[in-house]
């Protein structure tokens, strides 16, 4: 469906993203980690727990552009090529989950064809 043109953008997002430094409080930490004089046993544990931290932090501003983009619709603020317009939030909408897909190379190509043949499956409204 995508021929691997959507893995390639996330890919591509995370890599502009990463260079503008807005993982770099993530990396720190890690890197912090990896010095401290935990056993193997117990850095993994809190490797993932920092790791998750952040990764929540990622999907709250997710949350975040969404919100702005009710508020732009909210005053009825559209129109492309204009900061803060409706579809300027979505636009970093998607931006940020791109951003997410591609830090945790995720296959979301695959991960929306199954789910798009998935949907299909179900009833009208989803049973609902």
């Known amino acids: 469906m995508f021929e691997g043109k ?3 953008f996330c890919k591509d997002t995370n890599e502009t993203i990463r260079s503008k430094g807005f993982w770099d409080s ?3 930490s890690l890197d912090m980690l990896e010095n401290e004089r935990y056993s193997t ?3 993994i544990p809190i490797q993932k727990a920092t790791k998750d931290a952040f990764i929540a932090q ?3 501003l997710v949350m975040s552009e969404c919100g702005e983009a009710l508020e732009a619709m909210r005053k009825d603020n559209y129109g492309l090529e204009i900061k803060d317009s409706f579809e300027d939030e979505i636009a970093d909408v998607i931006i940020r989950l791109c951003d997410l897909c591609g830090e945790l190379d995720m296959d979301i190509e695959k991960q929306i064809s ?3 043949d998935y949907n299909k499956s179900r ?3 989803h049973g609902k």
């Open 58 to 60: 990622k999907i709250a």
């Open 123 to 125: 009833p009208s409204k």
């Open 6 to 8: 959507l893995n390639q």
């Open 114 to 116: 199954w789910k798009l």
């Open 26 to 28: 993530m990396d720190d």
């Open 41 to 43: 046993q117990e850095q």
